[in-house]
């Protein structure tokens, strides 16, 4: 259990997300534990959520490989009948482009994996060596499939 950030007392998880919130990532902060009935100081250097240390700036959409990336609406969800997926919004020159893929295109699965945030996309491709296969579903229904090297 975390009891202190940065020597501050935390008492709920409220609490916890507002020391922490007041950081950025790359930042080294010392977390106090409380397990097995003792106390434990750990220095940690906090992440963004891609698991990296840069700074993220929100609603902008994420690009990488040369396509801009965004949540898909619940909306377009139950029309195409999917549960999940991340809309490539722009495309420019990258591997996305070379592949063939084309803007609009959801994708729903990376390497077999089901993908629900721009997050898990970052995460799945930054950490496959080799190939990425890319399932997914453009806005007027058709599915497509895709293949490039990393």
Request: net charge positive.
């Amino acid at each position: 259990m975390i009891v202190k950030i940065n020597d501050i007392e935390v008492n709920s998880s409220s609490e916890l997300q507002e020391q922490i919130s007041k950081f950025h990532p790359n930042t080294k902060v010392k977390i106090s534990i409380f397990r097995d009935g003792r106390s434990k100081d750990i220095d940690i250097t906090l992440k963004n959520m891609y698991g990296d240390t840069g700074i993220v700036k929100s609603n902008e959409g994420f690009t990488i490989m040369g396509a801009k990336l965004n949540e898909v609406s619940g909306t377009e969800k139950t029309r195409l009948g999917i549960s999940n997926g991340v809309k490539i919004v722009e495309l420019s020159t990258g591997k996305f482009m070379k592949a063939g893929v084309e803007e609009g295109f959801i994708i729903t699965r990376i390497n077999n994996r089901p993908v629900s945030s721009i997050s898990e996309v970052q995460s799945i491709i930054n950490n496959t060596k080799g190939g990425v296969y890319l399932e997914g579903i453009y806005p007027n229904g058709v599915i497509a499939y895709y293949a490039f090297g990393v």
